[in-house]
């Protein structure tokens, strides 16, 4: 809550200061880079080959990746916070984030 409470005192900060156009601006921008921060697609050729998600206010991300040839089927744990699947041609990697005090194993 304290963090909305600094984000909308900005924005009026700005908007007397600078103009609410300029106000609007920031607000856009900021919005454009949090979806970028959660979302993301990769394209080759015009054709989608992997797609990254994370989830908002959580410490989940996925990335799934379209590949040429058929990689099997099965899973593997990477680290303590990774976990890769194969899936034919399709393989991924789901990621919790650790916290920042968390103990490393």
Known sequence: MRG???????????GRTEGWDV??????????????DHYAHFFDEKMLRAVYLRLPFTRFSTYIEWVEVNVGFG???????????????IQGCISVTPKWNAPVQ
Request: aromatic share 24%.
């Open 4 to 14: 909305i409470y600094f984000y909308i005192a900005t924005f009026i900060q700005n």
């Open 23 to 36: 106000a609007r601006g920031i607000v856009r921008l900021d919005w454009h880079q949090f979806c970028y």
């Open 75 to 89: 899973h593997e744990r990477l680290s303590p916070h990774d976990w890769e699947f194969y899936l034919g041609r």
